[in-house]
């Protein structure tokens, strides 16, 4: 994904520690990137940057194996 693509607010498919997993973006952090909820895990992330995004998640508890 491109920087300019993400949206706040909207579900998006994460690699997060080496799985691929539904985030909800919350906001711009203040270090660069976004704070992210991982949905699954419901805790907090930073997204630092767009390449770690895949894609928009059809709904929040989207899972793939």
Avoid: D, F, H
């Avoid at 203040?30 to 949905?39: D, L, S």
């Amino acid at each position: 994904m491109k920087k300019a693509e993400v949206q706040i607010g909207e579900v998006y498919m994460a690699k997060i520690s080496g799985r691929v997993v539904p985030v909800k973006i919350l906001g711009e952090s203040a270090y660069g990137g976004w704070t992210a909820r991982n949905t699954i895990t419901t805790r907090t992330v930073r997204i630092r940057s767009a390449q770690k995004l895949r894609y928009k998640a059809k709904n929040q508890t989207e899972v793939r194996s």
